[in-house]
């Protein structure tokens, strides 16, 4: 399964088969500096997405993922922002993952 996650501040929109939903995190992930500066609820917020859009199971392989900040990427992502955003979908389950701007 491919799912794509637009990253705006504290919440994500996966979109997968068709099929789009809104994930929010229980606890704030953005900070006034940075679109993900507390790296738990992220990866928790996007674990919710996968099991909404129906990418996690049993028998279900890893889903790819592809993601698209959405605010806060004025002058393009530092390495750091965008080795968070890889990390937080690898951590959150999927198998591949790639950062767009």
């Not at 900070?31 to 049993?58: I, N, Q, S, W």
């Amino acid at each position: 399964m491919e799912i794509e996650a637009k990253i705006f501040e504290n919440r994500i929109v996966l979109t997968a088969k068709g099929k789009t939903i809104t994930a929010l995190p229980v606890q704030p992930f953005t900070t006034t500096r940075l679109l993900v500066g507390t790296f738990m609820p992220a990866v928790d917020c996007m674990k919710d997405g996968f099991a909404k859009v129906g990418a996690t199971g049993l028998f279900k392989k890893k889903p790819k993922l592809k993601i698209y900040p959405q605010t806060k990427t004025e002058g393009g992502l530092s390495e750091v922002e965008k080795a968070t955003l890889l990390e937080v979908g690898y951590s959150a389950g999927a198998r591949k993952v790639e950062v767009h701007v």
